[in-house]
């Protein structure tokens, strides 16, 4: 009996000594066990701390699309890593991306788990009621020669009447994506644990300046809950150009050819494509000046017979003169031939009565020696919200 006890405690001894206290990054399983082990050596507060870190190191520590490489990428970023080190890995990501959380403070991240094995509770922190989102601008470090050298992008949730909705204690995985005339230039990633969410501070010199129109820009929010994902963009954000990066200027001679010149050949040909650009940039400003209720601007981007004159387009009755608001969810050229262009838009109207509509709009367009130009309007479905 007394020999049956002793092996009893050295096989125990035996399996504690065999627990991992480092990352094991060979496999996905061998990762998944070794955090398991390290896991379990910790205090019940400290548990919920690692597993915290260990959510901001995969979310916003590695580069890779999808959970599965996600993970793999993770376990190769920490393998060999003991639990003091991936604590100050994940402080150092999460005030590099301006996230409030920190391994000394209290959770704050709810229940976490980045394998997804997630044991159901009485209320997950994830599971926000929104419908919408609101993107709200602010300018930013504000130099008195140079003006607005960055701004803040700060998105709220919204319900399905407009109101901002109130939680606490989440994780929402919260994306901004910067773009110009279709083209990504900026990519952000941050955790909004409230609808008090400070947002995203973006300095205008980390935006090139040679690749944005007009210096206005699209800003692209996308929120994930735990059981739905919202997006936002808001179009032909305006910008302080003087503080963008300008394209560094080599030595070496090229020349420079004007994409808006006409061929010697072409004018000889009528018919021959009109160097334009996008078609899109014309739906985009004429949904910005719609949204801004600039509607002369609005009128200039189009040159539409059935919408006749500036007093029947701005007309508050029977015109956009009407129109209050405009949130952009997706604006794609479909078609660009022969100086003519089709372009597909989708977008949410809010008319001086507060009436919420979904659209679905084609657009006709022509080009012109001014560019393109909106011909005709067509509207696809509608739907009252």
């Not at 009565?353 to 679905?360: A, M, P, Q, R, V």
């Amino acid at each position: 009996m007394k020999r049956f006890f002793i092996l009893t405690i050295l096989s125990a001894l035996f399996l504690i000594s065999c627990k991992k206290d480092a990352v094991d990054g060979e496999s996905t399983k061998a990762f998944q066990e070794s955090i398991n082990d390290m896991t379990s050596s910790l205090p019940t507060l400290q548990q919920i701390k690692f597993n915290e870190a260990l959510y901001i190191l995969k979310t916003f520590g590695v580069e890779a699309d999808g959970d599965l490489a996600e993970l793999k990428a993770l376990a190769q970023l920490l393998d060999g890593k003991k639990v003091p080190e991936i604590f100050a890995m994940a402080d150092q990501v999460a005030q590099k991306n301006g996230i409030a959380w920190a391994s000394n403070a209290p959770p704050s991240l709810g229940e976490m788990n980045i394998f997804q094995n997630i044991t159901p509770s009485e209320r997950d922190p994830n599971d926000i009621v929104a419908t919408s989102i609101q993107i709200n601008i602010q300018a930013a470090s504000i130099d008195s020669i140079v003006g607005a050298k960055a701004m803040m992008v700060i998105p709220r949730l919204l319900d399905a009447s407009g109101n901002r909705v109130e939680f606490d204690k989440a994780a929402l995985e919260t994306i901004m994506t910067i773009s110009s005339q279709g083209e990504k230039l900026l990519t952000s990633k941050n955790l909004m644990q409230s609808n008090s969410f400070k947002g995203f501070y973006v300095k205008f010199e980390s935006l090139p300046k040679d690749k944005i129109i007009d210096d206005k820009i699209d800003i692209k929010i996308t929120v994930k809950t735990s059981k739905k994902v919202l997006e936002m963009t808001k179009m032909g954000v305006p910008i302080n150009g003087k503080a963008l990066l300008n394209p560094v200027v080599t030595e070496e001679s090229t020349e420079i050819t004007d994409p808006n010149a006409i061929n010697p050949d072409d004018s000889e040909n009528p018919d021959a494509p009109k160097v334009l650009g996008d078609p899109k940039n014309t739906v985009v400003n004429f949904l910005s000046s719609l949204n801004s209720q600039n509607l002369k601007g609005a009128y200039s981007q189009a040159e539409n017979p059935n919408w006749g004159s500036y007093d029947s387009f701005s007309n508050p009755n029977s015109g956009f003169g009407a129109v209050k608001k405009v949130e952009v969810k997706s604006v794609d050229t479909k078609a660009n031939a022969n100086n003519t262009a089709s372009v597909n838009a989708t977008y949410t109207v809010t008319d001086k009565n507060g009436n919420t509509t979904d659209l679905d709009v084609s657009y006709g367009l022509k080009a012109t020696d001014n560019g393109w130009k909106i011909t005709s309007y067509k509207i696809n479905s509608s739907q009252k919200k």
